[in-house]
T-cell receptor, first 111, second 113 residues
């Protein structure tokens, strides 16, 4: 089966750094994705990891450890507009292209 | 625009009616996906199209749900005899064949009275 866990809610301060963790157990692995979703809007793609290590993209970085079934999304220099839900998703078996999503982490950035 | 387009954006209907939701993927994207998102929950996979065929329908929750795709473009998701538990946002995504990431439309918010 497929199981993805991430914290339900997090709160952080504007200008700070926040790390959102995700653990997964899937049959097969073809990559891990992070999406950002503002309330009432579509998810937008943030990052993709298929090999172990850190991928950096501006203020956002994502880390993957396949042996531990673990990823995190790191957001630096937080801005108020970063308040959103962050969705961790895994692409499992090669033949199954669909993503399995976690329930999302709702991040609230406070002044 | 160049993104995934879904219609209608909102649909309110009475229990027992049939509804049809439409998705226009990004031009050239041969893979198309339907997901459902209930309030406060994660995305739940429904069905995946590669071209006009659906190699993975494993997420369709019951035989009231069906989907088709024509011309390797537009897809419609049909829900027959709607139930209140069908109330959710239905999201469509597309991707380039054999590659990710998936790009999402804004969804159709379906409310069953």
């Amino acid at each position: 089966g497929q199981n993805i866990d991430q914290p339900t809610e997090m709160t952080a301060t504007e200008g700070a750094i926040v790390q959102i963790n995700c653990t997964y157990q899937t049959s097969g692995f073809n990559g891990l994705f992070w999406y950002q979703q503002h309330a009432g809007e579509a998810p937008t793609f943030l990052s993709y990891n298929v090999l172990d290590g850190l991928e950096e993209k501006g203020r956002f970085s994502s880390f993957l450890s396949r042996s531990k079934g673990y990823s995190y999304l790191l957001l630096k220099e937080l801005q108020m507009k970063d308040s959103a839900s962050y969705l961790c998703a895994v692409s499992g078996d090669t033949g199954r292209r669909a993503l399995t999503f976690g329930s999302g982490t709702r991040l609230q950035v406070q002044p | 625009g160049a993104g995934v387009s879904q219609s209608p954006s909102n649909k309110v209907t009475e229990k027992g009616k049939d509804v049809e939701l439409r998705c226009d993927p990004i031009s050239g994207h041969t893979a198309l996906y339907w997901y459902r998102q209930r309030l406060g929950q994660g995305l739940e996979f429904l069905i995946y199209f590669q071209g006009n065929s659906a190699p993975d329908k494993s997420g369709l929750p019951s035989d009231r749900f069906s989907a088709e795709r024509t011309g390797e473009s537009v897809s419609t998701l049909t829900i027959q005899r709607t139930q209140q538990e069908d109330s959710a946002v239905y999201l469509c995504a597309s991707s380039i064949q054999g590659a990710q990431p998936q790009h999402f439309g804004d969804g159709t918010r379906l409310s069953i009275l």
